[in-house]
C-alpha cells in the first residue's frame, strides 16, 4: 500500500493556508534582500561600527570650472544684487550664501601658472604674481605704493593712504602716543577695511597678532593678497549685521583711511566696535576727519564739513563712555570704560544711544545677528581686572571660565596639557610642521584654542574656529590672546580659495555630522587648502574611515595614525595631503 505524504494528511482548512504562507514568505525573502541592500546604501545612524560595503565603485569630483578659481561662494559678486540694500551697498557685500541645490560639486582649480607659495617670512614683502593674478590695486593705487608687480612676483612696499612714508613710520608714531603697543599688554587688533594688510604684517614682529578684514569689492583681491602673504584676514564688512566676534574680544581696534562712515546711521557702526572691544581695549582713527585741519584737501569734502564730521565723533564717543586717550598728529585715540558705572548711570539717565537688552540678543550672540544702535554692557558678574603681558595669558585660566557656572578652570587646564601633548605627536606625522611650509593655520573645531597655544612657538598663525552650534568658547579664546571667528560648517568660509597651508579638524565631523553633508564640509576643505596642504582629522574610529573613503574622491592622499595620548574615547588620526593638480 502507498504511504501517504504528510500533504495528503493536511485538512482541507491547512490547504488552503499553505499556499498563502508560502506567498507571504516569499515576500519576506524579497523584502529582507531589498531592505539589505537600501541599508548598505544609507549613512550610518546608530551602529558604532558599520561596515563598508561598495556598491559600485566611487566616483572622483571633477575640477570646476576655469572661472571658478577664485570663488567665494558666500560673497559672490555675481549674486549682489539680489541683496542690494541701504548702507550704500556695504549690506550686498555681507554673507549671502547660495540654496544648497545651487552649490559646487567640484573641485576649485588654482590658476594655470599656480606655483608653491613663497615661504614665510619673505612672503610678507614677495609673491607670486601667477598666485593672485589681478593688477587693479597695482594700477589704480600706484601712487600710494600698496603693490607693485615686477616680472613674475608682487612687491609689497608697506604704502598707504596714510603711509606716505611707509608702514613701519606709521606704526613708529603710533607707539608713540599708544605705549601699551610696546609693553606687551596689546596683543590682538583689529584692522577694518584693511587693504592689502601692511598694517597687520607690521605688527607681526612686533608681538602683536592682528585679524585684517574687508569687503570683496573694487579693491581686486585683498584679502586674498593679504592670505598669500602670510597674514591673518579675512572677508568681512560692517553693515548692518554684527562682526562674526564675541564682545570684549580684541585689545585695539583701528581704521586707517578705511572708508567706513563711522557717523552714520546714529554711530551704529561705533557701537559694533565698543561691543568687540575688551575693557579698557583702544579705538584708533587715522584719516578724515582726524587732523582735518592740514589732511582736509583731497577727500571729497569741505573743511568745515569734517570739523563738523570730527565733533560728531567726539559726542558720540563719550555718550558710550569711552574716554579721548589721545588726539595727536594724524591719530585720536579712544579708551573703552573698565567697569559699567558709566553704563548704570546711562541706563538711569535714559540718554542715548541706550543702553542694550542682552536678554534679546546677548552680548556673545554675532551670527547674522543684527547690530543694534545700543552701547553693550559688561555682564552683571564681570570683575575688572588689570590686563595681562599676553605670554602670562595664553595659558592663564580665562576671565570667562572664571565668570561662568558652566565651565571650570580644571577643565581648561586639562584641555591645555591634552594638546600639548597632541601637538608634540603631530609633530611625529606632520614633518612640516613647525617648518617655514606651514604658515597660515585654521583650527575647524577650536573649542579652548589649546591646540593654536601650543603652536605659538612655531612660524604660524592660526585661526580658531568656533561653532555656531557648539559651546561658545570663543570669548576664551580672545582671552589668551589668540584671534578666531564664529561659522557654521554647513556654509562656505568667508575666504577665498588656496588661503591654508594647513586644516585641523579634532571633532568636527562627529559633531556637525547630523547637520551638515560630509562631503559638502570636505569640498570647502579642499577650496580653502593650499596644493600640497595639510589636512589634520581626529576623530571617532569609524567616522575617520568615512572622512578617508571620501578623500579619495579629493586627491588627498592620506595615511592613519593611532594616538592614544590623552583621548577618552577610541580616536583615530588621519593625516592628509592635498595633490597639487592643475587642468
Not at 19 to 40: D, Q, V
Not at 298 to 315: A, I, N
Request: charged share 25%; glycine share 6%.
Amino acid at each position: 500500500m502507498r504511504r501517504q505524504l504528510p500533504f495528503e494528511r493536511l485538512t482541507e482548512k491547512n490547504k488552503r493556508i499553505l499556499p498563502l504562507a508560502i506567498s507571504i514568505a516569499g515576500a519576506c525573502t524579497i523584502c529582507f534582500f531589498l531592505g539589505s541592500f537600501y541599508c548598505g546604501l544609507r549613512e550610518p545612524n546608530v551602529v558604532p561600527r558599520p561596515h563598508t560595503l561598495v556598491v559600485n565603485p566611487p566616483i572622483a569630483f571633477k575640477p570646476c570650472k576655469r572661472e571658478f578659481q577664485d570663488f567665494t561662494p558666500c560673497t559672490d559678486p555675481s549674486r549682489w544684487s539680489k541683496h542690494a540694500g541701504n548702507t550704500k551697498g556695504y549690506a550686498a557685500r555681507e554673507r549671502h550664501c547660495p540654496p544648497k541645490q545651487d552649490r559646487l560639486q567640484c573641485l576649485v582649480p588654482p590658476p594655470p601658472d599656480y606655483k608653491d607659495p613663497i615661504r614665510w617670512p619673505e612672503s610678507l614683502n614677495t609673491t607670486w604674481y601667477s598666485n593672485v593674478p589681478y593688477d587693479w590695486i597695482d594700477k589704480q593705487k600706484s601712487n600710494q605704493h600698496w603693490v607693485e608687480r615686477k616680472d613674475d612676483k608682487f612687491i609689497f612696499p608697506g604704502g598707504g593712504t596714510m603711509f606716505p612714508h611707509g608702514v613701519g613710520v606709521y606704526v613708529d608714531n603710533l607707539q608713540e602716543v599708544l605705549p601699551p603697543l610696546k609693553d606687551g599688554t596689546i596683543r590682538t587688533a583689529l584692522d577694518t577695511g584693511c587693504g592689502v594688510a601692511s598694517w597687520g604684517g607690521d605688527l607681526l614682529h612686533r608681538g602683536i597678532l592682528p585679524l585684517s578684514f574687508a569687503p570683496k569689492d573694487n579693491h581686486e583681491a585683498q584679502i586674498q593678497f593679504a592670505l598669500e602673504r602670510g597674514i591673518p584676514a579675512m572677508l568681512g564688512v560692517i553693515a548692518t549685521q554684527r562682526l562674526p566676534y564675541p564682545s570684549r574680544a580684541f585689545d585695539m581696534a583701528h581704521c586707517s583711511r578705511c572708508l567706513i562712515p563711522w557717523s552714520a546711521n546714529g554711530g551704529l557702526y561705533l557701537t559694533e566696535i565698543a561691543r568687540i572691544l575688551r575693557p579698557g581695549g583702544f579705538w584708533v582713527l587715522s584719516g578724515p576727519p582726524v587732523n582735518y585741519q592740514r589732511r582736509w584737501r583731497g577727500w571729497e569734502t569741505t573743511e568745515e564739513e569734517q570739523r563738523q564730521d570730527l565733533e560728531k565723533l567726539m559726542v558720540t564717543m563719550k555718550s558710550m563712555c569711552f574716554t579721548l586717550y589721545k588726539l595727536e598728529g594724524d591719530f585720536a585715540i579712544w579708551q573703552k570704560p573698565t567697569t559699567n558705572e558709566c553704563h548704570k548711570q546711562k541706563k538711569q539717565d535714559g540718554s542715548q544711544p541706550a543702553i542694550c537688552d542682552t536678554d534679546a540678543y546677548p552680548a556673545d550672540d554675532a551670527w547674522y545677528v543684527p547690530m543694534e544702535p545700543c552701547v553693550t554692557p559688561f555682564p552683571d558678574n564681570f570683575v575688572s581686572t588689570p590686563q595681562r603681558q599676553w605670554r602670562e595669558r595664553v595659558n592663564a585660566i580665562p576671565p570667562r571660565i572664571l565668570e561662568s557656572k558652566d565651565e571650570s578652570a580644571a577643565v581648561f587646564q586639562h584641555d591645555v596639557k591634552k594638546w600639548q601633548e597632541r601637538v608634540e605627536f603631530y609633530k611625529t606625522v606632520v614633518g612640516e610642521l613647525g617648518s617655514n611650509k606651514i604658515r597660515n593655520v585654521m583650527d575647524m573645531n577650536a573649542g579652548y584654542g589649546s591646540f593654536a597655544a601650543a603652536l605659538v612657538d612655531m612660524p604660524v598663525w592660526t585661526m580658531n574656529v568656533v561653532s555656531t552650534y557648539g559651546v561658545n568658547t570663543l570669548g576664551a579664546v580672545f582671552d589668551r590672546g589668540l584671534i578666531g571667528t564664529y561659522h557654521d560648517w554647513c556654509e562656505a568660509f568667508s575666504t577665498y580659495p588656496r588661503t591654508y597651508d594647513m586644516l585641523h579638524a579634532a571633532g568636527l565631523f562627529s559633531a556637525e555630522g547630523h547637520r551638515c553633508e560630509l562631503t559638502d564640509v570636505m569640498l570647502e576643505m579642499d577650496r580653502i587648502l593650499r596644493p600640497n596642504g595639510v589636512v589634520i582629522v581626529r576623530d571617532l574610529d569609524y567616522v575617520v574611515e568615512r572622512v578617508a573613503n571620501a578623500a579619495k574622491l579629493m586627491r588627498w592622499d592620506c595615511q592613519s595614525f593611532s594616538d592614544d595620548s590623552r583621548s577618552d574615547v577610541s580616536e583615530e588620526v588621519l593625516v592628509c595631503r592635498k595633490e597639487f593638480w592643475t587642468i
